[in-house]
């Protein structure tokens, strides 16, 4: 058995989505995986559909290239609706054996009252999740070195570029 042929990796345009594609191509490259870049289109009237989906597109085109070119099978899929929902509903459809989810990292506070995108895809399906917590990078990427527990530098002091992220709330 193959572990994870399908990686279905949810972005939305935030400095997140460095964090969680670092890891992914890691797991890709280890397992000769496919990757499926999500960016939901949340949108609720006519008015702002289009919007949504023109900037989930953006988001896709800026992270699919960046894979591609190192040589990742790559998909892209603009889902449209509530991202948790459409989140599980893609994963299943497409057969996909990992979801990974960027994480913001807000506190519980901040959490209990915006509910957490990664806690609800958890509580929604059987997919495996890989829950990458992107605070680190994105202070390395500000040239804020974040020290792990042994005082080396965290792996965002070598620098993340770019933008991307979940497609809800982490």
Same mark, same amino acid.
């Given at each position: 058995?193959? !572990? !994870?042929? *399908?990686?279905?990796?949810?972005?939305?345009?935030?400095?997140?989505?460095?964090?969680?594609?670092?890891?992914? @191509?890691?797991?890709?490259?280890? !397992?000769?995986?496919?990757?499926?870049?999500? =960016?939901?289109?949340?949108?609720?009237? *006519?008015?702002?559909? @289009?919007?949504?989906?023109?900037?989930?597109? +953006?988001?896709? %085109?800026? +992270?699919?290239? =960046?894979?591609?070119? =190192?040589?990742?099978?790559?998909?892209?899929?603009?889902?449209?609706?509530?991202?948790? #929902?459409?989140?599980?509903?893609?994963?299943?459809?497409?057969?996909?054996?990992?979801? +990974?989810?960027?994480?913001? &990292?807000?506190?519980?506070?901040?959490?209990?009252?915006?509910?957490?995108?990664?806690?609800?895809? =958890?509580?929604?399906?059987?997919?495996?999740?890989?829950?990458?917590?992107?605070?680190?990078?994105?202070?390395?990427? *500000? /040239?804020?070195?974040?020290? #792990?527990?042994? &005082? #080396?530098?965290?792996? &965002?002091?070598? &620098?993340?570029?770019? $933008? /991307? $992220?979940?497609?809800? %709330?982490?």
């Amino acid at each position: 058995m193959t !572990f !994870f042929r *399908r990686i279905l990796v949810t972005l939305d345009g935030s400095p997140v989505d460095d964090a969680v594609l670092e890891h992914v @191509t890691a797991l890709a490259a280890a !397992f000769h995986s496919e990757v499926i870049l999500l =960016r939901v289109a949340h949108f609720h009237t *006519r008015d702002t559909m @289009t919007h949504e989906v023109e900037d989930a597109q +953006a988001v896709l %085109e800026r +992270a699919a290239p =960046r894979l591609e070119g =190192r040589g990742f099978a790559v998909r892209t899929v603009v889902g449209r609706g509530e991202p948790v #929902d459409d989140t599980v509903e893609q994963a299943e459809t497409l057969g996909c054996d990992l979801i +990974a989810i960027g994480t913001h &990292g807000h506190g519980t506070l901040k959490r209990a009252v915006l509910g957490s995108f990664a806690e609800k895809v =958890r509580h929604a399906t059987d997919v495996p999740l890989l829950l990458v917590k992107a605070h680190a990078l994105v202070d390395g990427a *500000r /040239g804020v070195a974040a020290p #792990d527990e042994a &005082g #080396d530098p965290g792996p &965002g002091s070598a &620098g993340a570029a770019g $933008g /991307g $992220g979940t497609s809800g %709330e982490a």
